[in-house]
């Protein structure tokens, strides 16, 4: 982390160097065109550029000028009028929305960065037709311009849309649910009726605080089970899957593509149907409990989702029959890759079936699918659809706040928060907290992989 | 002589294990969707289309299929709506996964790599922590409810771009030096990029557009939000999870299972057909990460 921010810094720090630099050596039109975007293009009859660059900046003063300051000056509040009915006349006076301010006001702070974005480009811009002037060249056409687009420019094209789809449904969304995080935006103060407003770092002190009205026991039981789960769920499938490949890919074994496909069979049936038909089979009038009753191996029907350890190891065992066929599927195409020469040599040295597995086959395939451990790792924190369509996060429980479960995972006692307790300022907090885990998880493991310390060890 | 015939018995020993194992562990893989099927042809006069204490239907009728396709039930629109967004993500994701790879596998350019460790950072955060912003922009231009279809086909495309790993890791076999040919020969990289290697690209493509197609018929989290209250506009997900969840889910069961049915065959049948593709894709994205 302390790395990418150096860099960070650093990337700023060159950028302001850069400024200055240009704005020394610029001539007067670089240096009218810190303050009017495009004034330099425009006079060294780049027109396209210059007038675009012109066209943002009129743009955004008339934005700014008629929205977008009063936008960002309500952020500090989030509003002061509350929506309310005079008792008398009965008449409803409508009053802010703290939702929409603070929507609007990180639309607005959005809109600022890509304007200094543009301002910083519009300098480079100036500076760049300097330097061809200065070589005696001349100045890109606007055709020509067009063309680059296509060529030498082609990634901005093909970038702009799937960037410009993630700010606006990812990041813009992001700051805003951030910001959520330091309010009181909760069931009580919902807009547009409510406003709310800034309470600093109140709803994390609430998450950490054990007894009261603090969430301390609720967020480390969850957060505990996330990593258990998280742990079991990845490597149970990897050995699970490693050992059916190897299963189906023994010597002598017949119909190898049949057995593969009715494994396979399991990973494109939509998890929803089968995970609610499993997690009915289990259910206290399901199938399995009148069989075993029937058997005499239960005396009577035992519900397995509302006991918290049956549930939970019930959820792991599960989710190996979801997660094996697809270890064993990537498996099976890496375990042919292992050069046959490796085992040939461990054989003529007498080595038996088990000391080759420990020695060859496990480092090798540990060492490639290393990278998937880590992303199958964090997908497993966040995994939604397993959690909610086998257990739905039960058995629920009164010592556990918001609804939240036994089973229940960062991710899905967010949900609740949202859904069923619209507390938005505490689901956004667990979901920044989550983030916090799944970073930190990620960086850890990732500087530990054998593939990435050492490159060439398989090769 | 007697060494070489012990050998031979220890084989086939080995194998009439590992028969036995693959046995037992097909019919644990395979049993939950012969229930499924078995269950949906159980007549409704058996246990009012609810849950029984047996497995074998007593006597088999497809009332519950035609269930389905009666007016009492949105099956059928449903069933639609999930294939049009399932179309149209598949579409849209698998363009914009390719043109964000290519930029990115291809060509440097100043703040690609900035570019891709803000997107590994951003998706570090749960998706649906946008969920509730996202539900006020959409509704804002009346992508909800009654227009959830489009809404949700954005939402699915729109950041859709931050998926690249996979793909662009199969870019990045390609080899340069083909670029750098056809650039001397005056191909500008937009050309390069669609007469060369997207007819390259074939399995890859194959692959994007299956995984993207697929998740449509699962994702309940943003689908049930954004269609909230408004049945016509639900995808089979969340139409399904309500015939199980609600507390009458005894008369809904049978309904269920056939509606399940009826969902899984195509889309098994798309999938076994597309498998080859698939295990490509997979097998080189867990190595590349």
């Keep these: 982390m302390k790395k990418n921010s150096n860099n960070v810094l650093g990337i700023i720090a060159g950028n302001i160097k850069n400024i200055g630099v240009t704005f020394k050596e610029g001539d007067w039109k670089t240096r009218v065109s810190f303050l009017i975007m495009g004034f330099g293009p425009l006079m060294r009859k780049s027109f396209a550029r210059g007038l675009a660059y012109l066209l943002i900046q009129v743009a955004f003063i008339f934005y700014m000028a008629t929205e977008g300051i009063s936008n960002l000056s309500k952020l500090s509040t989030l509003g002061t009028e509350e929506t309310h009915m005079d008792p008398n006349t009965f008449l409803t006076t409508y009053g802010d929305n703290s939702f929409l301010i603070l929507l609007y006001g990180v639309l607005t702070a959005v809109l600022c960065v890509l304007f200094v974005a543009f301002w910083r480009l519009n300098i480079q811009e100036n500076q760049n037709e300097q330097e061809i002037i200065k070589k005696g060249g001349s100045l890109p056409t606007a055709t020509q311009d067009l063309k680059s687009l296509l060529d030498q420019k082609f990634h901005a094209t093909l970038l702009a849309l799937p960037v410009l789809g993630v700010l606006i449904f990812m990041v813009v969304p992001i700051i805003f649910m951030i910001c959520v995080a330091f309010t009181n935006y909760d069931a009580n103060h919902q807009a547009p009726s409510k406003l709310f407003t800034w309470v600093g770092l109140e709803n994390f002190k609430q998450l950490f605080q054990f007894g009261g009205n603090g969430m301390g026991s609720t967020f480390t039981t969850i957060l505990i089970w996330t990593l258990v789960w998280a742990f079991f769920a990845t490597f149970s499938t990897y050995f699970g899957g490693i050992a059916l490949a190897l299963l189906i890919n023994k010597k002598g074994i017949k119909f190898k593509k049949l057995w593969r496909t009715i494994f396979v069979m399991t990973i494109a049936i939509p998890q929803f149907i089968s995970l609610l038909y499993v997690s009915k089979m289990f259910a206290a ?31 792991i065992v599960l989710n190996l029959w979801i997660g094996v066929p697809y270890v064993m599927l990537m498996a099976t195409g890496l375990l042919m890759n292992i050069p046959a020469d490796l085992y040939e040599s461990a054989r003529i040295d007498g080595a038996n079936r088990w000391q080759m597995f420990k020695k060859i086959t496990m480092p090798y395939m540990l060492f490639v699918t290393g990278p998937y451990l880590l992303t199958s790792f964090t997908g497993n924190l966040n995994n939604f659809n397993v959690i909610y369509l086998l257990s739905g996060g039960g058995p629920t429980s009164l010592k556990l706040y918001g609804g939240s479960g036994y089973t229940d995972l960062l991710v899905t006692w967010l949900y609740k928060l949202i859904l069923n307790s619209t507390n938005y300022r505490l689901a956004a907090c667990v979901g920044i907290l989550t983030f916090i885990v799944v970073a930190v998880t990620s960086l850890i493991a990732y500087n530990r992989l054998p593939s990435i310390k050492d490159e060439e060890g398989f090769q | 002589m ?224 954004i269609a909230f209250g408004y049945s016509k506009s639900y995808n089979v997900a969340v139409g399904l999870y309500d015939w199980v969840n609600t507390n009458d889910y005894q008369g809904y069961f049978t309904r269920f299972c056939a509606g399940g049915v009826l969902i899984a065959v195509p889309i098994t049948a798309l999938f076994m057909a597309l498998q080859k593709y698939y295990v490509e894709g997979v097998t080189g994205g867990a190595v590349k990460g």
């Design chain 2, 2 to 225: 007697a060494e070489q015939k012990l050998h031979k018995q220890h084989t086939a020993l080995g194998n009439a294990i590992a028969y036995i194992l693959l046995v037992i562990l097909s019919i644990i893989w395979l049993f939950p969707f012969v229930c499924i099927v078995l269950q949906s042809f159980r007549a409704p006069s058996e246990g009012g289309g609810g849950m029984v204490d047996y497995l074998v239907p007593k006597t088999f009728s497809l009332a519950s299929y035609s269930w389905l396709f009666s007016a009492d039930s949105n099956f059928v629109k449903w069933f639609e709506n999930t294939f049009i967004i399932a179309f149209f993500i598949a579409l849209g994701q698998t363009c914009f996964v390719l043109m964000v790879s290519y930029a990115l596998s291809r060509t440097r350019f100043a703040g690609r790599t900035f570019l891709m460790k803000f997107w590994l950072v951003l998706g570090m955060f749960p998706g649906f922590l946008s969920m509730i912003c996202l539900y006020f922009l959409l509704k804002n231009v009346g992508l909800t409810q009654a227009g959830a279809i489009p809404g949700l086909i954005l939402v699915g495309v729109a950041s859709s771009g931050m998926g690249y790993y996979v793909c662009k890791g199969f870019f990045d076999t390609i080899p340069k030096t083909l670029d750098e040919a056809a650039r001397i020969d005056g191909a500008s990289r937009a050309r390069i990029f669609f007469t060369m290697l997207l007819p390259l690209s074939k399995p890859i493509i194959i692959y994007q557009a299956l995984v993207a197609f697929m998740a449509p018929w699962c994702d309940y989290i943003f689908a049930s939000y």
């Design chain 1, 285 to 315: 009038d399901g199938l399995i409990n009148t069989y075993f009753v029937k058997w005499g191996i239960f005396e009577r029907s035992y519900n397995f989702w509302a006991h918290p350890m049956t549930a939970r190891i019930l959820i």
